[in-house]
């Protein structure tokens, strides 16, 4: 497909919503927190991205969550948003809205619970496929961590 | 006299860039609305028409399996991979070809070695290579010494990327059994002092592995020249197909060493309580070969020779000039390899922008790039960084490939500022 100039740059907007760009530079909740009940670290081996994800829980509720690591612009937003949408769930629907996020990548269907509405903007990664790893890796870490599955999440070992 | 051999060095100096880009179908298109500038040759070069061609020619006319018919295509297939095998030979001044052995590419020419090695192993022996391999020249070392109990020693590099060379020697001992190293680092580009090393080996009666994956598309190689025991490339970076590459070994160790697969056409007689292997290359290559594989491979050495390795390795060191000159004058590059001698390879990160973005934000502008660790985490870990953007030429790339990417970093900074 032959796309003219324009598109392009329009296109590339479209990943890199100016939101993205903003939560890469300024993520929500990027820190360690002093003793989090749950944690997970999540790695990317094909670019190298690495994130930990730290949860805090009271009586099967989520109170808390926080992260730390390194990775390209999809990945840090994506993260970010995800520290936002499961604070103060319940573990259970916590763990629906990451499966919903995981769906939205690999169906393509848009999640209708108001807390994801801002992955919205990442809907377009899916374009590019070798990058939805990208974007799901904090998602798939933060489960690992709610399941209280301590080993190393690797994106090769997921569907997406 | 003198005129002539002149005459032959200014030709041979100089190709006519236009002419060869035109050979390349795959140059002709345009991504996302931009011509591609494809950068990425270090991971996979382009294969011109001539490659091409001939690939189709084999398939639409002399296909059958090799060494076993006795019909008139088995044996044009057979003369056709024969031919390749000998051109191949020519081609890195092997000193016969029972030295060539044909293989899936570098990394099963490594894991060729590596596996048949076994039973020269013993626990406590050393196998020597670099901390700028690429995977495929660590794993399979790692895996004999877990099979052997042996240990695996790395040789340091400097912030450069530049073998030290002095250390390196220094960890020969009698307990070497095998130095491995790239003949040409696939993320820095460095080319390493190989000659010395193969000397310093020899002293002690090792032998000495060259991945030569970067190495064999840019320069001429010489076996016998070179020294080395066994050298490893790939077909798919130099203008060939992929799932075709070449082991290099020299015919005592070829000798010395048992099969690493078993199956058809590595065996002269078979029966239930013994086989008789074949002879040398064939002792190495069970199974039906990459036959079209290999004549692509042959294909894609005329090529390059019509053009001259000597005018290829002038017309891509010039290139890298270019790019590392236009990518310093970017603000916030940083070169990762910086070896004094180097192959046309760099290695550079942008402030602000992970080299994955980078990556996406350059496709939009047509300008295919490597990000990522390249393979060698080890050598990332080195540097303490995650990965890189790698930019990789070759002689069909100009200077308008380069500027290319020089603008797309422009709008890639800007985005992310």
Known sequence: MIDTADNSATELQSIYRQRVLDYSRNPHNFYRPKSPDRQATGFNPLCGDKVTVYINTAEDQVVGVAF??????????????????????????????????????????????PSLQEMLALTNVRSYPSRIKCATLAWNTAEAALKGDSSQVSTEDQDN | MSQVVDNKVEMSSHLDAERVRADFPVLQQQIHGN?????????????PQQVVDAISHYAEHDHANVHRGVHSLSQRATDAFEAARENVRQFINAASISEVIFTRGTTESINLVAASFHEMVKPGDEILITHMEHHSNIVPWQMLCNRTGALLKVAPIDENGELLLGRMLEMLNARTKLVALAHVSNALGTINPVEQIIAAAHERDIPVLIDGAQAAPHASIDMQALDCDFYAFSGHKMCGPTGIGVLYGRERWLEKLP???????????????????????????????????????????????????DAIAGCESELL???????????????IGTARKKSSVQSFLLDGVHPHDLGTVLDHKGVAIRTGHHCAMPLMEFYGLPGTARASLAFYNNRRDIDQLIEGLAVAAKMFA
Do not use: H
């Not at chain 1, 103060?88 to 169906?107: P, Y």
């Not at chain 2, 011509?35 to 294969?47: E, F, I, R, T, V």
């Not at chain 2, 000039?321 to 590059?333: A, R």
């Open chain 2, 259 to 309: 099969p690493w697969q078993g199956g058809g056409e590595m065996i002269l007689t078979v029966d239930f309580e013994k086989t008789v292997y074949n002879s040398l290359p064939f002792k190495f290559e069970a199974g039906t070969p990459n036959i079209s594989g290999a004549v692509g491979l042959s294909a894609a050495i005329d090529y390059l020779q019509s053009l001259g390795m």
């Open chain 2, 35 to 47: 011509p591609l500038a494809y950068l990425d040759n270090a991971a996979s070069s382009q294969q």
């Open chain 2, 321 to 335: 000039n270019y790019l590392t000159e236009q990518l310093s004058l970017v603000n916030g590059v940083r070169l």
């Open chain 1, 68 to 113: 730390e690591g390194t990775g390209c612009a999809i990945c840090i937003s994506s993260a970010s948003m995800m520290t936002d949408a499961i604070n103060q769930k319940s573990v259970g629907n916590a763990l629906q809205l990451i499966a919903d996020i995981k769906t939205m990548f690999s169906e393509g269907t848009e999640p209708e619970d």
